[in-house]
Structures are given as C-alpha cells and as structure tokens.
C-alpha cells in the first residue's frame, strides 16, 4: 500500500512538519510518483541521518528497506502484519492498522521521546545484524547442504 500525497501531507501538518514534507514532494528527485501515490526509495546513508523510517503497508511482503533501515539502527514504525511484523515485532514500534491516528501517535512517540528513540535505535542495530547478507547466504548453504546429504 502506498500513501496518497494528501496522508503525507496531513501526517507533516499533524507533527508539525508540512513544511518538510512539502520540500520533499517538491524537491527529493527519490520520491517516486504514481498518479496520487508517493513510495519514497530509501538508500542506506539517507537511513543513517533518519530521525525515523515509517512502512505504514498493509500488505508488503518482506521489505529490503525495512532491513536497511534496521541495520543503519534507524528507529523504525511498521505495522505488524505478515513479513513487516515478523522481521520487526520486538525491534520496532509496531501498529496494528495503518491508519492516521496511529501513525501520528507513534511518530509522535518516536520524534519527542528520547528513551523511546534510543530503545528503538539500540533494537534496530540488534535486529540489523542477524539480517546481514552473509549470514542468509551461510544459512541458506546449510540448508540446501542438509537436503543434498539426505
């Protein structure tokens, strides 16, 4: 699920930052439009200055952003559903729907409370590095190890 140019808009203005988020409709040659849909592309050092990473989706499978996110111990708000919950329940602020009270409520949380900001940047680096290439790589060869032996 992709959010609407206008959500994006009323999650800056409820935070108290519409005027960020209009820079970045305007201005941020990574933004990827589709008719009245944004998907922001997110890349690695962009996640390293992050204040927070938000995958608000209601049904995305297993989301490499998600991973780069966590990885660059950025404080991450995702729902808890399917793959998105699997991989940050626990690590995360997790919601149960995406709607825009829980959204603003949690970036909220996240944005102006130090120790909910620290917590989720120390769980973000934990859970960053058992989703490291090389140990998918190693448990994948084991596994198909495993079946060629048997």
Request: charged share 25%; hydrophobic share 40%.
């Amino acid at each position: 699920m992709k959010i609407g140019v206008s959500a994006w808009r009323l999650y800056g203005q409820r935070l108290g930052i519409g005027r960020y988020i209009e820079y970045l409709l305007k201005n941020w040659n990574a933004i990827l439009r589709t008719d009245d849909q944004v998907s922001l592309y997110v890349h690695e050092p962009f996640n390293m200055r992050a204040h927070v990473f938000v995958l608000p989706s209601a049904s995305d499978g297993f989301s490499l952003t998600l991973a780069e996110a966590l990885s660059c111990g950025t404080p991450v708000i995702t729902v808890n559903r399917a793959a998105l919950g699997e991989v940050a329940h626990g690590y995360a602020l997790t919601i149960e729907d995406p709607e825009v009270e829980a959204l603003t409520d949690a970036m909220r949380r996240v944005l102006t409370d130090p120790h909910t900001n620290q917590t989720l940047r120390r769980k973000s680096l934990e859970r960053g590095r058992e989703l490291r290439w090389d140990l998918t790589a190693r448990r994948t060869l084991d596994v198909l190890r495993q079946v060629a032996a048997s």
